[in-house]
């Protein structure tokens, strides 16, 4: 496991790999996704109290669960790049906070558009919400922060700092419709025991959650690159892959 963990912390390593993974990744995404709005917009029945208008979630609980996950994944890439100093834990940091701040916008929006016909406002200040609106602005944060320092390796201790700090705010938003009296449903897949959701209105939901987790991984692996490309254009790996080029 370790020999895997750090052979994949090599740059040069990890860029050939993300090579060969991206065509991979790409096509499942689309299938999955394809599969995912076929079933949700389609094939799945109304709700017997929504009607038509649930079907917004078949965007909007994906990028909810992707705007906490990929934090998570922020956070876990901050306290490695602060602890063993692993290059590729910064970039993958970095990269992956822009990914985050569009989810959880995307979460937002299409909350807000379900919120107007389900509860007759635009937007009420809820704790899931409310909570989920302060992780878009951790978001906007850390990427503010990365591009007010200079030097970017100092930029992402700063960020990994900040990611960690809000952290806290992730079991928040997860259990803010259980510690609190708010308007946004309860949990109805994770929720303990078996989901009172239908078959064939999760299924839908399950795929598009996959799709959006690989649409995540393939944007990071992308920005990474790119990312990588930059802080190490004077290495050797990189020049002897031009010239192969």
């Not at 009607?51 to 078949?58: D, H, K, L, Q």
């Not at 669960?65 to 956070?75: D, G, N």
């Amino acid at each position: 496991m370790w020999t895997i963990f750090h052979r994949w912390a090599s740059p040069p390593y990890f860029y050939r790999q993300s090579t060969r993974l991206l065509p991979w990744l790409s096509a499942i995404c689309a299938l999955l996704i394809i599969a995912g709005l076929i079933g949700g917009l389609i094939l799945a029945p109304s709700d017997y109290q929504q009607g038509e208008s649930y079907r917004i979630i078949y965007i909007h609980v994906p990028s909810a669960w992707m705007s906490l996950f990929i934090y998570m994944v922020m956070a876990s890439s901050g306290a490695i790049a602060l602890i063993w100093r692993i290059k590729l834990a910064e970039v993958m940091l970095v990269a992956s906070a822009p990914i985050g701040a569009s989810f959880t916008l995307l979460a937002l929006l299409t909350g807000v558009l379900w919120g107007k016909p389900m509860w007759g406002a635009w937007w009420v200040w809820d704790a899931r919400l409310t909570s989920e609106l302060l992780l878009l602005f951790l978001y906007l944060g850390i990427i503010a922060l990365y591009n007010a320092i200079d030097d970017k390796r100092r930029a992402a201790s700063a960020i990994a700092v900040l990611a960690l700090v809000g952290v806290v705010n992730i079991p928040i938003i997860h259990y803010s419709v259980q510690w609190w009296s708010t308007l946004h449903q309860g949990p109805t897949v994770t929720k303990f025991g078996a989901p009172s959701i239908y078959i064939g209105m999760l299924i839908p939901l399950l795929l598009m959650a996959l799709g959006f987790m690989l649409f995540y991984a393939i944007s990071v692996l992308l920005r990474a690159r790119t990312e990588l490309l930059a802080r190490e254009a004077a290495s050797r790996w990189v020049r002897e892959m031009l010239e192969e080029a």
